[in-house]
């Protein structure tokens, strides 16, 4: 198991890529989330695998993204911090109601990253919407449980972040890669 693989998964909205932003401003390297960019490409080129548009599509991009972050980082020595991971697709996929195909669980099971998984808890007081984030904060919190039940289910040991400044988050997830 690639021990220098490091998740931080939750609902939109919690701090998650705040805290990763802060953590590669310290050298953390870091893969991105592939949620906000393929929507952020799928509207550019006025596309239909979206959250609201075909989720379906939408969850085989993301998968896809995420193999590929995967495979990328395994080269990479030293902690690497992702924003969201594979099993992210198994918890969207099931929010959404959607069947999870048999190359996604696969894909789960093969792809393994640290047995420690940071999650973060919804926190109204950060949440906000804007244009790729429409979930609403009953929505957050839908995915960050649909988060918990899908790491959970592969036998990840979930790490809560606190609810604390970023500065102090960050600290508190580089203790723990370190």
Do not use: C
Not at 109 to 126: C, D, G, T
């Amino acid at each position: 198991m690639p021990d220098h693989l490091h998740v931080i998964t939750g609902g939109p909205g919690s701090g998650k890529t705040t805290l990763i932003e802060a953590l590669a401003a310290e050298g953390v390297r870091h893969m991105p989330e592939a949620g906000r960019a393929i929507i952020q490409d799928q509207v550019d080129i006025g596309g239909m695998a979206l959250p609201w548009g075909d989720r379906k599509a939408f969850a085989t991009l993301m998968l896809a993204w995420e193999m590929r972050s995967y495979r990328e980082a395994l080269n990479i020595s030293g902690p690497i911090v992702f924003d969201r991971g594979i099993p992210d697709v198994i918890g969207y996929l099931r929010l959404s109601g959607l069947p999870v195909p048999a190359p996604v669980k696969k894909a789960a099971q093969l792809r393994r990253y640290a047995s420690k998984v940071f999650i973060a808890p919804p926190w109204p007081a950060i949440f906000s919407q804007d244009t790729e984030r429409k979930q609403t904060l009953a929505e957050a919190e839908a995915t960050f449980h649909a988060m918990v039940d899908a790491y959970s289910t592969l036998g990840y040991e979930l790490v809560m972040l606190p609810l604390v400044p970023v500065a102090e988050r960050a600290k508190f997830v580089r203790e723990r890669i370190a």
